[in-house]
């Protein structure tokens, strides 16, 4: 088969909007089994209504990537209903760009909390079941910034090549059933920038958005990484809009 359609349960994080609702949205369309999870249920159980009425499987979980035995203990349980997890997608995250000289120092730390600590508590989570499947797959969704700084993202890049290096040792240290894949963004239409605080960021990031490109663009990125058979681990993508320099 040149794609694998097996049924997966796939937990994705930051599900209640942007590119995690984008994803969630997609992978169900697939015919995967998808766990929503995110602080904002509310978000969660409308989304996950509307999936369940187009006749997909999907259920919405509360959870903050930061609390990571509560993020252990949804994992234990959505595998435990389901027989497993097959994939999950750490997607959730903040970007409170400023300068360093702002020291918006707070920000700094959600930034790490979330960005970073965020995704290895699912991976913490996620590693005993894959072990004991002997598969399991994890999307990491990074950025651009993974790869770049700009002047105001100093920290949040910080936590986006943190996040590129975990996904790649995580593979380089899985047995190769472990696939580890790293989905880089550059601008797309979300609620991300909305939470920027820093006057001087903000006014900044109005231009820099107007190029956006739907959210869904990324989760056909997710998706084609998913859909690879089990011997072929699509280690990173890169999408950006056209007009993005
Ligand atoms: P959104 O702000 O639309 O989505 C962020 C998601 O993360 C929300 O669902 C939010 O849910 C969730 N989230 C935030 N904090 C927590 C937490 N503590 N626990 C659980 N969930 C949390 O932005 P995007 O869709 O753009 O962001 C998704 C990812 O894509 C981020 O990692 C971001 O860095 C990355 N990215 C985005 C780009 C863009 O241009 N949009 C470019 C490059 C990368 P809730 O508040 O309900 O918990």
Redo the contacts with the bound molecule.
């Keep these: 088969a040149e794609t694998d359609d097996r049924r997966q349960v796939v937990l994705v994080?930051?599900?209640?909007?942007?590119?995690?609702?984008a994803t969630a949205r997609h992978l169900a369309a697939e015919g995967h089994h998808v766990v929503l999870?995110?602080?904002?249920t509310d978000?969660l159980d409308a989304i996950t209504e509307e999936l369940r009425r187009a006749g997909h499987s999907a259920e919405g979980r509360a959870?903050?990537?930061?609390d990571r035995e509560r993020f252990g203990e949804l994992v234990d349980d959505v595998a435990a209903r389901h027989g497993g997890l097959d994939v999950l997608v750490g997607?959730?995250?903040?970007?409170l760009l400023s300068r360093l000289d702002a020291l918006l120092v707070d920000e700094w730390d959600r930034m790490l909390d979330?960005?970073v600590r965020?995704l290895y508590n699912g991976i913490a989570a996620v590693l005993p079941h894959f072990r004991e499947q002997g598969a399991g797959h994890v999307v990491t969704?990074?950025?651009?910034?993974a790869h770049e700084v700009v002047p105001t993202s100093a920290i949040y890049s910080a936590t986006?090549y943190a996040a590129w290096a975990l996904t790649e040792g995580l593979r380089q240290e899985s047995d190769p059933a472990i696939r580890a894949t790293t989905v880089s963004?550059?601008?797309?239409e979300?609620?991300?920038a909305d939470?920027i605080t820093d006057p001087y960021a903000a006014d900044a990031m109005v231009a820099y958005r107007a190029a956006?490109v739907p959210?869904d663009a990324i989760a056909r990125a997710v998706g084609f990484a998913v859909a690879q058979p089990a011997d072929v681990d699509v280690n990173e993508i890169i999408v950006r809009p056209a007009a993005q320099r």
């Design positions: 994080t930051g599900a209640s909007s942007g590119i995690g609702e999870a995110a602080r904002r978000r959870l903050d990537v930061t997607n959730a995250g903040v970007m979330v960005n965020g969704i990074a950025s651009i910034g986006k963004p550059g601008v797309t979300s609620e991300l939470h956006a959210a």
